[in-house]
């Protein structure tokens, strides 16, 4: 029985035999000199001794983990809003007439009265300018009536000086 021979053309190869490829992986493509077959049920052109389920050396784990950092990082987000939010309040809850405040518009002021929803801050001394700001444009407690200066240090925490 006389062997046929059949042509190919590949993108970038140009006119080849079928099954001469370079680099051509033996038990596939229509070449019989391997012994293999290349059939679908053929287990040595599947790919390995599984029949082609290739292990995988992390499996599903690697999902699992990624699934895992996913819930920490959100966990980790909502738990310091929490305790900024906490912090402001705190803030919030503790002004007292003759504390020094800065607002978020960057006005320096001495709170004069505080409202449930309000602050009044004396602007200015020398004119007795008093303004109202929302008790949430209250960014930061400068100097306490105690006399005590509070800063922001380096690590986002109030210290005393």
Do not use: Y
């Amino acid at each position: 029985m006389q062997n046929s021979i059949l042509w190919t053309t590949t993108p970038g190869l140009g006119l080849i035999q079928d099954g001469a490829l370079p680099n051509a992986v033996p038990g596939i493509g229509g070449s019989s000199a391997g012994g293999t077959t290349g059939a679908p049920g053929d287990p040595a052109a599947a790919g390995g001794p599984a029949g082609g389920a290739a292990a995988k050396p992390f499996g599903n784990s690697i999902f699992i983990m990624l699934a895992l950092l996913l819930v920490f990082m959100i966990v980790s987000s909502m738990m310091s809003a929490r305790r900024a939010k906490k912090q402001t309040a705190q803030m919030l809850g503790g002004l007292k007439r003759g504390d020094k405040v800065l607002t978020a518009a960057g006005i320096f002021g001495t709170v004069h009265e505080v409202r449930d929803d309000a602050v009044v801050l004396k602007i200015d001394d020398v004119s007795g300018t008093k303004v109202q700001f929302a008790k949430h444009a209250i960014q930061q407690v400068v100097k306490s009536a105690k006399g005590g200066v509070k800063e922001l240090a380096a690590d986002g925490t109030e210290g005393d000086n």
